[in-house]
């Protein structure tokens, strides 16, 4: 079974415009962490964030934001403002047992 | 701090040679390294997982004699591709983990891209 969905294979917005990058995980531990790595086309991964499953707590770091609700095993993030230096694959994550299991990533193109 | 490297960033070797990549923390010592596959445009697959003096664990699907994991001390950890070929190209990414403060930590390497011709 699959224990991280990105369902948007692929997104296009033009540079301004805010964007939402969807990420649905699945798991049984009640503890656990989840995370939303960029990876630009050098390849590195960049860590953007990592959140521990008992922190609802929305976050936001200037232009970006993450929506985590466990109620329906949801952890959304959201580029306000968006500019080209954006351009890039984004993985959401979710590790359990040490280990770090990722989605199959969103490629986002940000138009000029 | 928290800085993992890898060596090298790319390789290009022939079919039926082997290959060894190595994957060091720099400013910690990790208890336990993870080693990475991504094909293009495709996610991160985890291979293994391996503990510092233990043998490595291969995720399913993984061929154990054929993608050999050393974990000799807390800062290095190296994968040898054995008998490359075509099909083994890909992008390699190793990542280091730690605890620190109670909390697991994981920090990723900047990946090694090899080509075999």
């Known amino acids: 079974a699959q224990k991280v969905t990105q369902a948007q294979t692929e997104i296009s917005v033009v540079e301004k415009e805010d964007v939402t990058l969807d990420c649905v995980y699945e798991?049984?531990?009640?503890?656990?962490?989840l995370f939303w790595y960029k990876q630009p086309p050098s390849g590195e991964l960049v860590f953007l964030i990592r959140r521990n499953s008992f922190d609802e707590q929305n976050e936001i770091s200037g232009r970006y934001s993450w929506n985590f609700q466990k109620s329906t095993s949801s952890f959304n993030f959201t580029i306000t403002a968006s500019q080209v230096v954006d351009s890039a694959v984004y993985f959401c994550?979710?590790?359990?047992?040490?280990?770090?299991?990722f989605g199959k990533g969103t490629r986002l193109h940000i138009l000029p | 701090g928290a800085v993992v490297s890898q060596h090298p960033s790319w390789v290009i070797c022939k079919s039926g040679t082997s290959v060894k990549i190595e994957c060091r923390s720099l400013d910690f010592q990790a208890t336990t390294m993870f080693w990475y596959r991504q094909f293009p445009k495709q996610s991160l697959m985890l291979m293994a997982t391996s503990n510092e003096g233990s043998k490595a664990t291969y995720e399913q699907g993984v061929e154990k004699d054929k993608f050999l994991i050393n974990h000799a001390s807390l800062t290095l950890s190296t994968l040898t591709v054995t008998s490359a070929h075509p099909e083994d190209s890909s992008f390699y990414i190793c990542?280091?983990?730690?605890?620190?403060?109670?909390?697991?930590?994981?920090?990723f390497g900047p990946g090694t891209r090899l080509t075999v011709t």
């Open positions: 994550a979710l590790s359990e047992n040490d280990k770090i299991i």
């Open positions: 990542s280091a983990g730690r605890l620190a403060g109670g909390m697991w930590e994981q920090y």
């Open positions: 798991t049984r531990d009640t503890t656990y962490y």
